[in-house]
């Protein structure tokens, strides 16, 4: 959680579990949903539950992530994973392209990182 502090990682994995008994008031959950929306935009978060569906997009709006991968698909992590890092990809391709043209990319301090998804 230190480190979070310090750094903005592209990807996130957290399973709504780690360090809490109640996956309600999961602290790093918390955090990234605290966290400033031009530092969060560059992050890709996905959420392990036992609770959700995979691919929940409804739930995953709701717990300010990006993603939910059900611990049931776990075997399926790569496929999803690629295929949620893909959506994500053309949403904020648009958003970064506009914003460019609007000429506030530099005045928002946002910094656009190329993501290695295959299609």
């Not at 995979?54 to 939910?68: G, K, Q």
């Amino acid at each position: 959680m230190k480190n979070m502090r310090y750094h903005i990682y592209d990807l996130v994995v957290v399973n709504e579990n780690f360090d809490t008994q109640n996956p309600d008031v999961n602290g790093i959950l918390i955090y990234l949903e605290r966290l400033n929306m031009a530092d969060r935009r560059n992050m890709y978060v996905l959420l392990l539950s036992s609770r959700y569906r995979t691919m929940d997009h409804l739930m995953a709006f709701n717990r300010s992530v990006n993603l939910i991968m059900n611990l049931q698909n776990i075997g399926d992590f790569e496929k999803v994973l690629k295929h949620g890092l893909a959506e994500h990809d053309l949403i904020y391709r648009v958003f970064r392209e506009t914003l460019r043209s609007l000429g506030g990319f530099k005045s928002l301090n946002v910094q656009h990182r190329t993501s290695n998804v295959q299609r």
